[in-house]
Nanobody
Framework: QVQVSESGGGLVPPGGNLRLSCVAS????????MGWFRQAPGKEREFVAS????????DYADSMKGRFTISRDNARNTVYLQMNGLQPEDTAVYYC????????????WGQGTQVTVSS
């Protein structure tokens, strides 16, 4: 069982920056594919970004490219999401998820962290 926990959400003005962190348990963290997703009020959950094992294949939703950066620190079992130029439409609960080498889908999810972009 992999436990996932996010942190770093909060209130930020339009144009501001925020960095989310996500810690996942397990001695083989470096082999997990880690993803960030978000869900805005009244909307379905959507993909934000992912990063493969050993820092391979970072991927982003089109609307996040150039503004968001995903990275990981395998020594700390942590993945980050640096979000720059935030806009009100980025307001959502952001979720971190883990997928092990045995998984087809993301099977391990955090509780989410609220990001609110407002003046």
């Amino acid at each position: 069982q992999v436990q996932v926990s996010e942190s770093g959400g909060g209130l930020v003005p339009p144009g501001g920056n925020l960095r989310l962190s996500c810690v996942a348990s397990g001695s083989i963290f470096r082999t997990y594919t880690m993803g960030w997703f978000r869900q805005a009020p009244g909307k379905e959950r959507e993909f934000v970004a992912s990063i493969g094992w050993d820092d391979r294949f970072p991927d982003y939703a089109d609307s996040m490219k150039g503004r968001f950066t995903i990275s990981r620190d395998n020594a700390r079992n942590t993945v980050y999401l640096q979000m720059n130029g935030l806009q009100p439409e980025d307001t959502a609960v952001y979720y971190c998820a883990a997928k092990t080498l045995r998984d087809v889908d993301y099977n391990y999810w955090g509780q989410g962290t609220q990001v609110t972009v407002s003046s």
